[in-house]
């Protein structure tokens, strides 16, 4: 079936935000309001000199942590130019002035993350995880409900009147004031129940927790129709073993009791639904979470998700995908048309049909570039990431054991090399072309890991531990390398883990090298050993930094001595070749400037010494930069940055130095980090500083 359909073209890009673009706001024809993971709200205005595009015109700052929803207050006698409703992680709504940018309320109530804002005749209606709803009337809370027994992830207002609002738990409600009048069941139907229960069965065969996901992310009306959802629900079968991100795979015992595979993939859906709960349509294309879910007066629907792709659909067809450089977070249509999407590249993008509005062809090339060098940037060698494979430079360490195999990058490939024991050196096998999963052992980091007493590959299990800090981690398993999700649209960690290795050893070294807290290491151990089927076996669980052999950098906590009695191990001796401090535990390290600060301040004679909020700030931005490597080649240090730094380690107690010592010796690690450092050596009594870095330095 064809259809009349004029094809979205990159029409500007606005940027800005130092972190993921998370919600968009349309202000009208000529404004646009964003939220982003940097903790600000962003006002864009059109440029008055160049109309298709936006320019920044405020910055909003108010939240102490990420913002997520976002809503527009049309102009009225109390806001002449509009205003901005917004909710974030910290559990609060802020609402906003667009005449004078600054916050005029400031709505607490809430116990977990604000997720959805809308607004209801004057009133301000906002949804949570802590799974209420809540009703703001003039700055105060005058009406509050449990909406749903699970987070609630969205709420809108229909043209009637009534509130929808979407949830973890599955269902879509329809609300008139605080009655339930309908509760939409759909987005986990019959057949998905069935197979969910049989499905948790057959894993619980192998002590694996298996939770699906199928929460409703999204809502919007469809005028004249009914609601949107959007959602990660949809499950089918397949019959190839080309396991993808989105593919699962579970043994079955078929006759002759031989064993073989059950193949299936989810899939997110869209739906859109009567105000009398029946299902219209259902869009399937999405192959990731779907966040968002928009509508636009000519029929057409927008759909942004987890797999970098901004659907458009009409009629229920998708007509065209939109691909991003990262998670689309949230996509809007402006009056227009026009499509606004947010991405966790930290980037505003709007698209347009209007010829007069679309990009020049050298800002469109590019995008494309860009896109390009994402893709490239993500490649995969026989089913390992290019980027993450260590260079020749691994072959200089020695193997464990005759036989073991390695893969390493070459240029734009991946080559295998076996250890050969009898004469101490890695032989080049071949290029690596198929995957390695095909061999039966899994790869990380070009090491092989091998399955441990797993009787089936690959599976994946999941397995969500909260933490102290509100959030998430998730273990997937597929073979041994563990795919962490530390949730929020956070990159995938891997894990990895041999049936011989220590797991207490496993877990130290992994924290420290993601510089995440230490306290999950008893949670990650535990989950280790039950996925290894080695619950009952002892090991050692005395902490010692597996980069030095020394005790722990725990913030808040007293340094522990070595045990004595523990016996000597020679693994590493003789050590050939040089042992690299290139990580950091950057939040201890925050942590412990900020504590000595404190103490400078309580000191009459050394508060002249303590550091300003302003210099705090500046700390958390420099540690911000050293955290994200991955744009280590683009990213700038100013000269404040380095001259504060610098400035502490001359002018601060010799016993409070090392966490700046700390950031200095990573800064030295980062190609801009490293030619700021020099061009200040060079300026100042660089021997000096020198002997101040490395005299005192000790392990």
Request: a negative charge; hydrophobic letters at 35%.
């Given at each position: 079936?064809?259809?009349?359909?004029?094809?979205?073209?990159?029409?500007?890009?606005?940027?800005?935000?130092?972190?993921?673009?998370?919600?968009?706001?349309?202000?009208?024809?000529?404004?646009?309001?964003?939220?982003?993971?940097?903790?600000?709200?962003?006002?864009?205005?059109?440029?008055?000199?160049?109309?298709?595009?936006?320019?920044?015109?405020?910055?909003?700052?108010?939240?102490?942590?990420?913002?997520?929803?976002?809503?527009?207050?049309?102009?009225?006698?109390?806001?002449?130019?509009?205003?901005?409703?917004?909710?974030?992680?910290?559990?609060?709504?802020?609402?906003?002035?667009?005449?004078?940018?600054?916050?005029?309320?400031?709505?607490?109530?809430?116990?977990?993350?604000?997720?959805?804002?809308?607004?209801?005749?004057?009133?301000?209606?906002?949804?949570?995880?802590?799974?209420?709803?809540?009703?703001?009337?003039?700055?105060?809370?005058?009406?509050?409900?449990?909406?749903?027994?699970?987070?609630?992830?969205?709420?809108?207002?229909?043209?009637?009147?009534?509130?929808?609002?979407?949830?973890?738990?599955?269902?879509?409600?329809?609300?008139?004031?605080?009655?339930?009048?309908?509760?939409?069941?759909?987005?986990?139907?019959?057949?998905?129940?069935?197979?969910?229960?049989?499905?948790?069965?057959?894993?619980?065969?192998?002590?694996?927790?298996?939770?699906?996901?199928?929460?409703?992310?999204?809502?919007?009306?469809?005028?004249?129709?009914?609601?949107?959802?959007?959602?990660?629900?949809?499950?089918?079968?397949?019959?190839?073993?080309?396991?993808?991100?989105?593919?699962?795979?579970?043994?079955?015992?078929?006759?002759?009791?031989?064993?073989?595979?059950?193949?299936?993939?989810?899939?997110?859906?869209?739906?859109?639904?009567?105000?009398?709960?029946?299902?219209?349509?259902?869009?399937?294309?999405?192959?990731?979470?779907?966040?968002?879910?928009?509508?636009?007066?000519?029929?057409?629907?927008?759909?942004?998700?987890?797999?970098?792709?901004?659907?458009?659909?009409?009629?229920?067809?998708?007509?065209?995908?939109?691909?991003?450089?990262?998670?689309?977070?949230?996509?809007?249509?402006?009056?227009?048309?026009?499509?606004?999407?947010?991405?966790?590249?930290?980037?505003?993008?709007?698209?347009?049909?209007?010829?007069?509005?679309?990009?020049?062809?050298?800002?469109?090339?590019?995008?494309?570039?860009?896109?390009?060098?994402?893709?490239?940037?993500?490649?995969?060698?026989?089913?390992?990431?290019?980027?993450?494979?260590?260079?020749?430079?691994?072959?200089?360490?020695?193997?464990?054991?005759?036989?073991?195999?390695?893969?390493?990058?070459?240029?734009?490939?991946?080559?295998?090399?076996?250890?050969?024991?009898?004469?101490?050196?890695?032989?080049?096998?071949?290029?690596?072309?198929?995957?390695?999963?095909?061999?039966?052992?899994?790869?990380?980091?070009?090491?092989?890991?091998?399955?441990?007493?797993?009787?089936?590959?690959?599976?994946?299990?999941?397995?969500?531990?909260?933490?102290?800090?509100?959030?998430?981690?998730?273990?997937?398993?597929?073979?041994?390398?563990?795919?962490?999700?530390?949730?929020?649209?956070?990159?995938?960690?891997?894990?990895?883990?041999?049936?011989?290795?220590?797991?207490?050893?496993?877990?130290?070294?992994?924290?420290?090298?993601?510089?995440?807290?230490?306290?999950?290491?008893?949670?990650?151990?535990?989950?280790?050993?039950?996925?290894?089927?080695?619950?009952?076996?002892?090991?050692?669980?005395?902490?010692?930094?597996?980069?030095?052999?020394?005790?722990?950098?725990?913030?808040?906590?007293?340094?522990?001595?070595?045990?004595?009695?523990?016996?000597?191990?020679?693994?590493?001796?003789?050590?050939?070749?040089?042992?690299?401090?290139?990580?950091?535990?950057?939040?201890?390290?925050?942590?412990?400037?900020?504590?000595?600060?404190?103490?400078?301040?309580?000191?009459?004679?050394?508060?002249?010494?303590?550091?300003?909020?302003?210099?705090?700030?500046?700390?958390?931005?420099?540690?911000?930069?050293?955290?994200?490597?991955?744009?280590y080649h683009s990213s700038k240090f100013a000269d404040a940055d380095i001259s504060l730094l610098l400035n502490l380690l001359r002018s601060w107690p010799i016993s409070m130095i090392f966490p700046v010592i700390d950031l200095v010796r990573m800064i030295v690690l980062h190609p801009d980090g490293a030619t700021m450092l020099h061009k200040h050596f060079q300026a100042e009594n660089g021997i000096k500083i020198t002997i101040i870095l490395f005299s005192d330095f000790k392990l």
């Open positions: 079936m064809e259809i009349d359909f004029n094809e979205y073209q990159l029409r500007c890009e606005l940027r800005g935000h130092e972190d993921d673009v998370r919600g968009i706001c349309v202000c009208g024809n000529e404004r646009i309001a964003t939220s982003s993971r940097d903790k600000t709200v962003r006002l864009w205005s059109q440029d008055p000199s160049e109309k298709r595009k936006f320019v920044s015109s405020k910055i909003l700052l108010g939240h102490t942590s990420f913002v997520g929803p976002i809503a527009w207050i049309p102009p009225n006698d109390e806001f002449t130019e509009g205003g901005v409703v917004s909710g974030g992680m910290d559990t609060l709504v802020l609402v906003w002035d667009l005449k004078s940018g600054e916050k005029v309320q400031t709505l607490k109530g809430h116990s977990l993350q604000v997720t959805s804002i809308t607004l209801d005749n004057g009133d301000i209606v906002s949804s949570s995880v802590d799974c209420t709803l809540r009703r703001w009337r003039n700055g105060q809370s005058v009406e509050t409900w449990e909406a749903h027994k699970a987070p609630i992830q969205a709420v809108i207002k229909l043209p009637s009147g009534e509130l929808v609002t979407g949830s973890s738990d599955t269902t879509l409600k329809l609300w008139r004031g605080k009655t339930c009048l309908h509760t939409f069941n759909g987005h986990a139907g019959l057949l998905f129940i069935i197979f969910r229960h049989i499905l948790m069965f057959m894993l619980s065969l192998y002590n694996i927790d298996f939770e699906c996901a199928d929460t409703v992310r999204g809502l919007a009306v469809m005028a004249g129709l009914g609601v949107l959802s959007s959602s990660h629900d949809g499950w089918g079968f397949i019959s190839e073993h080309t396991f993808k991100s989105n593919q699962y795979c579970i043994p079955a015992l078929h006759q002759n009791n031989i064993l073989c595979f059950t193949c299936f993939y989810w899939y997110s859906s869209l739906r859109l639904w009567a105000v009398s709960g029946q299902v219209l349509m259902e869009m399937v294309g999405h192959t990731a979470i779907v966040y968002s879910v928009d509508s636009h007066a000519s029929g057409l629907i927008v759909s942004g998700s987890e797999d970098r792709f901004a659907k458009i659909w009409k009629d229920g067809v998708c007509v065209q995908s939109i691909e991003h450089p990262g998670c689309v977070w949230d996509a809007k249509f402006m009056e227009n048309g026009d499509i606004v999407t947010a991405c966790s590249d930290g980037v505003v993008r709007i698209w347009t049909v209007h010829p007069d509005n679309i990009a020049d062809q050298l800002e469109r090339d590019l995008y494309a570039s860009e896109l390009s060098q994402y893709k490239t940037s993500r490649k995969r060698v026989g089913g390992l990431k290019l980027e993450e494979l260590p260079g020749l430079e691994a072959l200089k360490i020695p193997g464990t054991s005759d036989g073991q195999t390695k893969v390493v990058r070459e240029g734009d490939n991946g080559v295998a090399y076996a250890w050969n024991m009898p004469e101490q050196k890695w032989d080049k096998i071949g290029e690596v072309v198929d995957g390695p999963e095909e061999s039966g052992r899994a790869f990380h980091d070009g090491v092989q890991y091998d399955y441990g007493q797993f009787p089936v590959v690959p599976l994946h299990s999941l397995l969500a531990l909260s933490s102290s800090d509100s959030f998430l981690i998730n273990f997937y398993f597929c073979g041994s390398v563990f795919d962490v999700d530390i949730g929020d649209g956070m990159p995938i960690r891997k894990l990895p883990y041999n049936r011989s290795d220590n797991p207490y050893d496993v877990a130290d070294k992994w924290l420290l090298k993601e510089n995440l807290p230490l306290s999950f290491r008893e949670q990650i151990v535990q989950f280790i050993l039950q996925n290894t089927g080695q619950k009952d076996v002892t090991f050692d669980a005395s902490f010692r930094d597996p980069y030095t052999g020394a005790n722990a950098y725990v913030p808040g906590q007293p340094s522990r001595t070595s045990d004595a009695s523990a016996k000597p191990t020679f693994k590493h001796i003789p050590k050939k070749g040089m042992l690299g401090f290139d990580t950091a535990q950057f939040d201890g390290i925050l942590k412990k400037i900020t504590e000595f600060n404190s103490a400078l301040q309580s000191d009459q004679e050394k508060q002249n010494l303590s550091l300003t909020e302003l210099d705090v700030s500046r700390l958390g931005a420099i540690v911000k930069i050293l955290k994200d490597t991955s744009h």
